[in-house]
């Protein structure tokens, strides 16, 4: 796949992290030697090319996808292969690769759409391009310029995440592979699009909410790379069943919890304003729950701070109040704690996993009930 790998294949057998952060932190270890080869082969292939505008394209992905993150997308390919079988970090790599490109570039536009101002304690990349403009007294339109350039960095990720999975598919020989891999694109950004109008609508049935939660969380966030790790190690259908039902339940819970996070995270932990979600006007169980047992005043308190980009410090506060005395807040944690229970479910069903995948997926329940961001 024309990537390295600088650490050995496969673990030494009978030797594991003793818990899901230390499997967790050795994966982001090999998967940003990998990401930082893949980089450097894409600025060696530009300069090749005699083209030095494309490295500044190159290295405006770099700069995002370099920078942190959880990885849990593709840990969940990794961990799912090695959980099925699976023993070459050569072959699951790229994979999983292709499943952190294919989230930088959901992120880089996601923030233009959000008007988000920042990503991983930086600038959001239509930030950064638009304040270049204006230090380099280009012509035209600093804000329309950095939202361009963005937009042809998401697809830039969207290449590269693509090439390298119908490189692993065709290398295997597998359609299947090739058509989960591609259902995943499709299904995050049809979610996205729902999620979208029902927050232009400002009103939506618990059957789209439940909609958008599955597309865009559900099976992007974990169903799919799960499957793909599985297929990737030529799983059974078998097994294949209770491992989709896992990652469903999973991907929901972490979507539910981002949602709560929004509002009543830590903002110096979650890594962005917690009122964002609300003056942005998403339209999550949260306030489908509130709006649902509000009185009137309640309502209108609510309602006056949602989707107002204007909002004082004091509507918002008030109208996260709502969300507690509505019971919102305890209505949305019931549904947490309900995936969750399908998920431990699922995953007992499984007697054949590999221990280490096995323990990736078991601490990965257990992550997901304590998260803070």
Same mark, same amino acid.
């Given at each position: ?43 060696? !292939?530009?300069?090749?090319? +005699? ?105 830039? $990720?969207?290449?590269? /995440? ?71 190690? +030529?799983?059974?259908? !078998?097994?294949? *069943? ?37 003056? !942005? ?10 709006? /649902? ?9 609510? !309602? ?23 019971? $919102? ?16 479910? *699922?995953?007992?069903?499984?007697? +054949? ?21």
């Amino acid at each position: 796949m024309g990537l390295s790998t600088e650490a050995p294949e496969t673990a030494p057998l009978g030797v594991l992290p003793e818990d899901f952060s230390g499997l967790l932190a050795g994966f982001r270890d090999k998967l940003d030697r990998v990401l930082t080869d893949w980089l450097e082969e894409k600025r060696q !292939e530009a300069a090749a090319a +005699g083209s030095p505008e494309t490295l500044d394209l190159i290295d405006g992905v770099g700069l995002l996808a370099t920078q942190g993150g959880k990885r849990l997308r593709p840990a969940l390919v990794y961990y799912t292969y090695r959980a099925c079988g699976g023993t070459s970090d050569e072959e699951a790599l790229p994979l999983a690769l292709a499943t952190e490109l294919l989230h930088t570039y959901l992120l880089i536009h996601d923030d233009i759409m959000d008007h988000a101002e920042t990503r991983r304690g930086l600038p959001a990349a239509h930030v950064r391009f638009r304040d270049e403009h204006q230090a380099n007294h280009l012509h035209g339109d600093p804000v329309d310029y950095g939202q361009s350039v963005a937009i042809l960095l998401g697809d830039l $990720a969207q290449s590269w /995440a693509v090439d390298l999975a119908m490189g692993v598919a065709v290398v295997r020989g597998s359609r299947e592979l090739a058509r989960c891999f591609a259902a995943m694109c499709q299904e995050v950004i049809g979610g996205q699009f729902l999620e979208l109008l029902v927050a232009q609508r400002r009103q939506a049935s618990e059957e789209e909410l439940l909609r958008v939660l599955r597309l865009k969380s559900g099976r992007y966030t974990a169903e799919r790379p799960i499957q793909l790790g599985a297929l990737l190690a +030529g799983a059974s259908r !078998e097994t294949l *069943a209770p491992l989709s039902r896992y990652g469903t339940a999973m991907g929901e819970a972490f979507q539910l919890q981002d949602d709560l996070l929004g509002m009543f995270g830590d903002p110096g932990t979650v890594g962005k304003p917690v009122e964002s979600d609300l003056r !942005e006007g998403k339209f999550t169980f949260l306030i489908h729950h509130a709006l /649902a047992a509000a009185t009137p005043e309640q309502r209108q308190t609510l !309602e006056s701070a949602l989707g107002n980009a204007v909002a004082t410090g004091r509507e918002v506060a008030a109208a996260v109040r709502v969300l507690e005395e509505t019971g $919102a807040h305890t209505a949305v944690t019931a549904m947490i704690d309900e995936r969750l229970r399908t998920a431990r479910a *699922a995953l007992d069903e499984l007697a +054949g996993l590999a221990p280490e995948g096995r323990l990736f997926l078991k601490g990965l329940i257990d992550y997901l009930r304590e998260r803070e961001r």
